[in-house]
């Protein structure tokens, strides 16, 4: 029972990790494509945070601005 445990909160762990791995990615290529620039209205920001959240498609050239 105390195996099965251990898995689970390696898992839960490494699951942790990797979503921060990934958004502080998203972060880096959202900065990088000046999402993060001008940040006064509040498309601006929706616009960040979609390119943080999709920063794959940021990257193959999808213009994620809103507005």
Do not use: C, E, N
């Amino acid at each position: 029972m105390d195996q099965m445990l251990g898995r689970l909160v390696m898992r839960s762990f490494v699951g942790k990790i990797l979503v921060a791995v990934y958004l502080v990615v998203g972060i880096i290529v959202a900065s990088s494509h000046h999402y993060f620039s001008h940040l006064g209205k509040v498309t601006a920001i929706l616009s960040a945070l979609l390119a943080v959240l999709l920063w794959p498609l940021v990257l193959f050239g999808v213009k994620l601005h809103i507005g």
